[in-house]
Structure formats: C-alpha cells, structure tokens
C-alpha cells in the first residue's frame, strides 16, 4: 500500500532474476498473461528460460486450437537462453514439424528436453538431436533413438528416460558408456534385448520394463536403486534367475531392489529351490517382490530362497497377485523352517493382500523368522477381506514381536 501511495512500481524494479524465476513457476498460458502487469513486463516472458506444454497448457489454452503454430511462434519470439523445452500434451502427433522446433532451440544453452508423441506412431527425430551437447535431462516417448558409430555421447546428461523408443541394442551399452555421468536410467517398453549391458560410473537409479534375456553391469559402483519389471515374453527360466541373481550380486551399493517375483522362478525346479543363492546381496537393506503368485510353490519357494540371500535386509515388501488358496502351497510353507539370517528385518509391509491360506502362512512364516521387527503393514485387496481384517490381526497377535506393531489400513485409508 505504501508503495501504491507513492507512486513505486515494485513489479517493475524487480530484479531480472526474480521475475525470471517467477516465470519459471507458471504455466505457459499465466505466463504470457503477465505482459499486462506493466509495460515493463509486456515481453518479459519471451525471455523466460522454460517452456513447457503440456497437459495444463492443453486443457487451458489450446481449446481446438492447432498446436503446432502455436510452438513454432513462441520458439520463433522467444530470446535469450532457453534452458527447457517440454512437449507433453496428450494431441501430439508425428509430423515434420517436430524437426523444424529441435532446429529452433540453442543447442549451447538447452539443458532440459521433453518429447512426448502420442498420436501417428513413432517420429523418428534428425540427427540433429545429438548437437544439445549441454543436455542433463532428456526424456523421449515414441521417438527412435539411434546415434551414429561416430557420436561422442552427451557428457553433461544426468537423466535419461525413454520410453515406447526403438533403439539398436548392440549400440546402446556403448552409448551409455560414453555418457559417463548419468545417474539416473528409465527405459520403459523400448526395444527387446538379449543381453541389456549396463555402464554406469556415477549411475544411481535403473528403472527397466521390458524383455531382456539377460543383464550385465559392466561398471556400476554407484547403483543403488534398481526396479525391474518383465514383458510377458521375457525369457524369465532357469538360467535367467540365477544369472540375474548373479548379475546383481555384483553391484556394490545396491540397497533397493524392486522386482517381479516370476523372475525368481527358475531358481526352483519342482518346489525344490536351494536355501540360499550361490551369491549373497550383501548390501541389499529393501526389497519389494511384485506381482508375487502365492498358488505357485516355484514361485514362493524362490522368494524364500532370494530373502534368505539378503543378510542384512532391513524392510520387505510384498505385492500380491493371488486370488485362490491353494492348500499345497500352505503345506509347502508350513513345512518351512524359520529363516535365521533376518536378524535386521524391521519392516514387513503386504498389500493387495487376500488374506487366503497360502498368504497367511507366509505372513506367518516371515513372522516367525523375525528378531527386530518395527512393523507390519497390511493393505487389503480390494474386496477380498469383509471383516476389516478382524480375523487375519488376531492370527499376527500370536507372535509376540509383531502383536503391538501390526496395522491393517482399510480401503477408506484408516488404520486398525
């Protein structure tokens, strides 16, 4: 008010690098709408360093409008340095457009680069893509990406995520090993592999969905935080689980590991899998078994087998995919003799649980191998269990260790 009464224009005199990061925090469309604030503000936004379209500028902003127009216009007002491009809303389609916008951005400055095609089938980008030299962050979804024999690797990139790209996989360990400090790698339904090699000095995280007959990590000393999660057409048989039990053996830092638990299920021949891997985890503190089959005993006996491969683990996770109860599998577990090395396990969290015999006597088999244990966590399949898990808190109250830790969150969200 002070300043209204005399006179000072405060939006005017800001300083350049707090309108700049006020721009930075808009959409594109309340962006452009600042030009009104003040005559000094009318072309402010041309200069912003970011430009995003994406979900929010399409429901606000294009309303029928043709995108691409729209694009190529802003990028040919924009000035100055332009340090993200971003291109997500839901109507992009392949066109020759898209090439036109890459040739637009300054390759010196662009650090942040976003595509996203989701109508017309895959674009295939120029090789001009592979000038951004100053990348840290590209994420391409539906974009082929084959750099040449002769591509140096992009050296600043951080993160790379593709997704739904085809790729050349005898080239793509190279690439990776020629981008040296990528710290976190999301391929998501690209290419099949046959052996998906993985080089990585200062790689931290690996998210993989998708069909590989194997894995190598050729130097990854930093991985700490792997996922994994398989097609229905990977190869996921004998020597797929214990080379991959191997191959992650062999990572120093790895701590997190989340991974479907068919994969495990070659490490069983007849129910008879051995009572601990060949190689131990050693420094494996959480691990989350997806989609866990529970009316399979191959299935549960390598789970068992993988856990007890895990001396310090600290927290497990288990998401269910199980409907029936199958009394061979119970069997099978209650005929199981307490794991001895969980002596760290705190944690121990079951969701899309069904509360079926065959999950109840893990539950309880877990619970019986237990010395430190700080939580139990049930999260219920939707519609399987009618009594507010009534019945399966008085069956986890016969284990002393678990009897005050246990919590069974309902469907509404709250906790028993």
Same mark, same amino acid.
């Given at each position: 008010m002070d300043?209204?009464? +005399?006179?000072? $224009?405060?939006? =005017?005199?800001?300083?350049?690098?707090?309108?700049?990061?006020?721009?930075?925090?808009?959409?594109?469309? #309340?962006? /452009?709408?600042?030009?009104?604030l003040s005559r000094e503000w009318k072309d402010r936004w041309l200069t912003c360093p970011d430009l995003v379209f994406d979900v929010?500028?399409?429901?606000?902003?294009?309303?029928?409008?043709?995108?691409?127009?729209?694009? %190529?216009?802003?990028?040919?007002? %924009?000035?100055?340095? @332009? !340090?993200?491009?971003?291109?997500? &809303?839901?109507?992009?389609?392949?066109?020759? #457009?898209? $090439? #036109?916008?890459? %040739?637009?951005?300054p390759n010196h400055t662009l650090q942040d680069l976003f595509l996203r095609v989701s109508i017309g089938g895959e674009h295939r980008l120029t090789t001009h893509l592979f000038t951004f030299r100053h990348l840290r962050n590209l994420r391409l979804e539906s974009c082929p990406f084959h750099p040449s024999l002769r591509f140096e690797g992009f050296n600043k990139l951080v993160t790379l995520?593709?997704?739904? /790209?085809? !790729? /050349?996989? $005898?080239?793509?360990?190279?690439?990776?090993? +020629?981008?040296?400090?990528?710290?976190?790698?999301?391929?998501f339904h690209c290419t099949s592999f046959n052996c998906l090699e993985i080089t990585g000095p200062r790689l931290k995280l690996l998210e993989f969905n998708g069909i590989f007959s194997s894995i190598s990590f050729k130097y990854c000393p930093l991985l700490r935080d792997v996922r994994l999660a398989f097609s229905p057409e990977s190869n996921v048989e004998n020597d797929f689980s214990s080379s991959l039990a191997e191959s992650l053996s062999c990572l120093p830092a790895l701590e997190e590991l989340e991974l479907q638990?068919?994969?495990?299920?070659?490490?069983?021949?007849s129910g008879a899998a051995p009572e601990k891997l060949a190689v131990a985890l050693k420094s494996q503190k959480n691990l989350h078994l997806t989609n866990m089959y529970f009316e399979k005993i191959a299935e549960t006996a390598s789970a068992i087998s993988f856990i007890r491969s895990c001396p310090i683990l600290q927290k497990l996770r288990i998401t269910g995919y199980t409907y029936e109860a199958v009394d061979f599998v119970a069997g099978f577990l209650r005929s199981q003799q307490p794991i001895e090395c969980l002596a760290q396990l705190k944690s121990i969290k079951m969701q899309l649980f069904c509360g079926n015999e065959s999950e109840m006597e893990f539950l309880k088999y877990m @619970?019986?191998? &237990?010395?430190?244990?700080? #939580?139990? &966590?049930? =999260?219920? %399949?939707?519609g399987c269990i009618t009594d507010g898990g009534e019945a399966i808190l008085n069956e986890i109250k016969q284990y002393p260790r678990a009897s005050s830790r246990a919590e069974f969150i309902n469907l509404d969200g709250n906790t028993r």
């Open positions: 300043d209204l009464a +005399s006179g000072v $224009d405060t939006i =005017t005199t800001l300083p350049h690098s707090i309108i700049e990061n006020i721009l930075s925090r808009l959409p594109l469309r #309340e962006m /452009v709408r600042t030009s009104l929010r500028f399409d429901q606000m902003f294009l309303k029928g409008r043709e995108l691409n127009p729209i694009i %190529h216009h802003v990028l040919r007002q %924009h000035r100055g340095p @332009l !340090l993200r491009f971003a291109v997500q &809303v839901p109507s992009l389609r392949s066109c020759p #457009e898209i $090439d #036109e916008w890459l %040739h637009l951005l995520h593709l997704q739904n /790209v085809g !790729l /050349v996989p $005898d080239r793509f360990g190279d690439f990776l090993a +020629s981008c040296s400090a990528i710290q976190t790698l999301i391929l638990a068919n994969a495990l299920e070659g490490l069983s021949r @619970l019986s191998s &237990v010395a430190a244990l700080e #939580e139990v &966590v049930i =999260t219920p %399949h939707p």
